[in-house]
Structures are given as structure tokens and as C-alpha cells.
């Protein structure tokens, strides 16, 4: 999970703070904190170094740069592996960057830290908590403050090919909408050859993680507000076995097969029609523009476990924030206000095909006629099912506790545990946790 990987790099750049490492050297080390012009130079620093990005973040902060007199933006770029630790090593050399793209789960926890900035402050002038759906706002907050202030967002949907459903005789305007019917249409969408598999109707592991399924049962995290852990229930060995049962109808080699096309992402299985139907990001949809520019497909929210339960999702995503120790937090405060109003936001949305936080700037953002017919249609579907995602902030009190939870889950895909047993361990392992924290 995205969540998961940006969490573990900030593990490791905590190492470094505490290791004392005072030798990285950032841009504002060279610079003044005005320019020649007396503007206030603030250092923004961000992992978006593609093309395809790289532009995109620079026009808005050319933008910015150009709509005021008093505030010069200038970008860093790091590589995704490097930044956070770099970062948290300029904190503890006292010469942080004023601004930080981070990863949104993990804000509380770097509130807790001290690494983030608290904005209550900003925000007792600047109330712009409104701009954001809900449950991303909720995910910047510590003991009721703000520690950073969201940007952009995603979420988990259902990809389907029409003219697959066509040819099996299901109704393409009908996409499955529980588990059982998912399943069910898989096996109409299957098609062999002898032993062999010329079409796969589904595989729930494409795509998305047993977490994700885990979460669309529930239609909860496994922490509750008060902390509570719970993931030791019969309806998550349930879950467990359901995606099991999957591999175990297909064989281990047709999934590692799939697996190896899909990874190639040019050969995609989906693009071929050899995959009926994929749970993915909504941006998947930019590699079928690219690579599968005639496919006929559909996109529909996630099955819900059974009627009625609820199309619960996952999403994840990125929060502007301004480090512990920033020599310049109005100005970065002001730029950071630029970065997620409806201008910005929406730029970023059309021109990225990315989900973004700003709810008016999204919601625009689906009308936009940048878009042709399929990529409004897969936009619009993202934007709606934002009202059905829920993040996973990483909970203080158990910050690491999903490197305790996947080692049994793997031992349980493998066969060498069940799921009542991956379950009884990493409920016993994160409460271990949770106590040794208290």
C-alpha cells in the first residue's frame, strides 16, 4: 500500500534525524531569505520530477510567483526514496525547507513528532478546512490540530470490459455490485482453452491489496477512535479465505503469469482483453488512453460485501506542510493557501488525470472539457466515490504496526498459516505493541 511505503521511508529518515545527521546541505543553505527584489524566498520541495509533472507543479508555482509581489517559490526536487529523509536530516540541521510534499497518513504522526509545523494559528485566521472532503481534513489532524493541509487524494475503483460482458451474455449497463456477484460473473467471463486460460474474469489481487478488501467488508479501519485495534473477527477470516479461494481456483502459475503481464504495463492484461475486469486508482485510466485507446470499458465503485453493506474504498494521498523550524512559515503559509484553492487544484487535476482534495476544484474538474468522453466518465466516477473512501492514518500509538500484520498475512497466503491463525497473531502482535507504546 501506497500508505505502507511512504510510512517506512519516513521510519528510516527518523533513524537519520536521531542519528544526528547534519551534513545534508539544502538550497536555502546557498540562498538568502530575500531575493534581490526584497521578495521572501521560501524553498518548496517536492518527488514530482517526471515530464509529465515536473511542468505541471512549475506553472502553478510560476503562477503563484507571478500573481503577488512579496513571495518567490523556488522548487526542489528530490527522487520519492530521498526525500523524506532528507528532509527530516534538514530539520535536525536546523535548515528545513518552508515547504514539504508528505504522505497524508502519517501526518499526525509527524505532529507528534514535531517534524510538521502545528497551523492552528494559520488556520484561526485562515479557516480553509471547508475547501477539503472530510475524511482528508481528518487525516491531517493531532490531538484536534491541523499539521498539514491535504492536496491530493485517491481511491479504489472497479474496471470492466463491455464488450467482454457482451459476448458471455451480461447486461454491459449492470456491473456486479456484491462480492457473490463478482464472483459469479468472473466465472461467466472465464475462458479456457483445455487447462489453459485465454480470459480471466477477475483476480481481486490485481490491482489492489488484501487490506483494501479487508476495509470494504467493514467499512471501517482497524482502529476506532479510541485506538482500539481489532482485526481477529470471523467476517476477516472470511475475507481471508474469499481471496484465497481465488488462487486456489486459478493456480499459483496462471496468477504469477498475470502478474508478470501486469507489470509490464504495456502488456497489460486488461489492454489485451485476456483480463475481463481490474479493481484499480482511477488513474489507471491514463494507461488505457495510452496503450488501449479503443477499449471498450466501464467503471463502477467496488462490490460491496453484501447488500447493503456498503461500497466502502481506499485512498490515500499527499498534504502540503511546512517542516518543524521554517525560517519563512508565512510566506509559506500563503503559498500553501495558493497550492489548494480551486485554481491550482484544478490545473493539477486536469493536466495530472489526479485526483485532488479541493471538493469545488474536483467536482469542476469532471466537467472539464479537457477530457474526452471516457476520461470524464472514469473522472466523474472517481470524484463520486470519494463519499465511499476512507483513509488509514497511522495511529500514534501503534505508528509501525502494519510491518506486524503483513508477515502473517504472507504466511497465510503462502498455506503455512490459516486465517484464524494470521488473524489471532496480529491481533496479539499490535496489542503487544499498543501496550509497550502506552
Known amino acids: 500500500m501506497k500508505n505502507l511505503r511512504s510510512f517506512m521511508l519516513v521510519l528510516a529518515g527518523l533513524a537519520l534525524f536521531l542519528s544526528g545527521c547534519a551534513g545534508f546541505q539544502t538550497s536555502s543553505d546557498t540562498e538568502s531569505q530575500e531575493n534581490e527584489e526584497g521578495k521572501t524566498v521560501i524553498d518548496f520541495w517536492t518527488f514530482w520530477g517526471s515530464e509529465i509533472r515536473r511542468p505541471i507543479i512549475e506553472k502553478i508555482i510560476t503562477d503563484f510567483n507571478e500573481s503577488q509581489d512579496k513571495i518567490e517559490v523556488k522548487h526542489t526536487y528530490l527522487p520519492f526514496g530521498d526525500i523524506w529523509t532528507k528532509e527530516l536530516a534538514a530539520i535536525a540541521a536546523g535548515d528545513p525547507p518552508d515547504v514539504v510534499i508528505n504522505d497524508i497518513n502519517a501526518t499526525a504522526l509527524r505532529g507528534q513528532k514535531e517534524q510538521a509545523m502545528n497551523l492552528s494559528s494559520f488556520l484561526e485566521k485562515d479557516d480553509i478546512s471547508s475547501r477539503f472532503y472530510p475524511e482528508l481534513w481528518d487525516a491531517t489532524l493531532y490531538e484536534g490540530d491541523s499539521y498539514g493541509i491535504p492536496f491530493n487524494t485517491d481511491t479504489r475503483v472497479l474496471f470492466y470490459n463491455k464488450d467482454a460482458f457482451k459476448e458471455v451474455g451480461l447486461d454491459p449497463e449492470k456491473p456486479p455490485t456484491t462480492w457473490a456477484e463478482l464472483e459469479e460473473y468472473a466465472k461467466k467471463l472465464d475462458k479456457k482453452s483445455g487447462n489453459d486460460f485465454d480470459r480471466i474474469g477477475f483476480y481481486p489481487l490485481w490491482g489492489i491489496g488484501y487490506d483494501v478488501w479487508l476495509l470494504n467488508a467493514n467499512g471501517q479501519n482497524y482502529f476506532d477512535e479510541q485506538n482500539n485495534f481489532e482485526i481477529d473477527t470471523a467476517k476477516n477470516e472470511d475475507v481471508l479465505n474469499w481471496l484465497k479461494s481465488w488462487k486456489d481456483r486459478l493456480g499459483e502459475d496462471v496468477v504469477n503469469s498475470y502478474q508478470a503481464q501486469i507489470d509490464s504495463q504495456q502488456g497489460h492484461p486488461f489492454f489485451s482483453g485476456d483480463l475481463a475486469m481490474i479493481a484499480q486508482q482511477p488513474t489507471f485510466y491514463t494507461q488505457i488512453r495510452d496503450y488501449a485507446p479503443d477499449l471498450n470499458f466501464g467503471v463502477v465503485e467496488l462490490p460491496e460485501y453484501e447488500a447493503g453493506s456498503g461500497h466502502t474504498s481506499w485512498g490515500g494521498g499527499f498534504v502540503a506542510e511546512i517542516p518543524q523550524g521554517s525560517k519563512n512559515a508565512d510566506a509559506a503559509w500563503e503559498f ?50 470519494m463519499e465511499n473512501t476512507l483513509l488509514t492514518p497511522v495511529p500514534v500509538i501503534a505508528p509501525d504496526f502494519s510491518s506486524l500484520i503483513n508477515p502473517n498475512m504472507d504466511e497465510f497466503f503462502l498455506g503455512s498459516m490459516t486465517a484464524k491463525e494470521a488473524l489471532e497473531k496480529s491481533q496479539t502482535d499490535v496489542e503487544s505493541l499498543i501496550q509497550k507504546n502506552q
Not at 493557501?337 to 486536469?350: H, S
Not at 479541493?358 to 472517481?382: C, K, L, T, W
Open 336 to 385: 500553501i493557501k495558493y497550492l489548494t484553492d480551486v485554481d491550482a487544484q484544478e490545473y493539477w487535476a486536469v493536466q495530472n488525470f489526479d485526483n485532488i482534495a479541493n471538493i469545488e476544484a474536483a467536482e469542476s474538474a469532471a466537467q472539464s472539457d479537457e477530457f474526452n468522453e471516457a476520461g470524464s466518465m472514469v473522472y466523474q466516477m472517481a470524484v463520486e466515490n
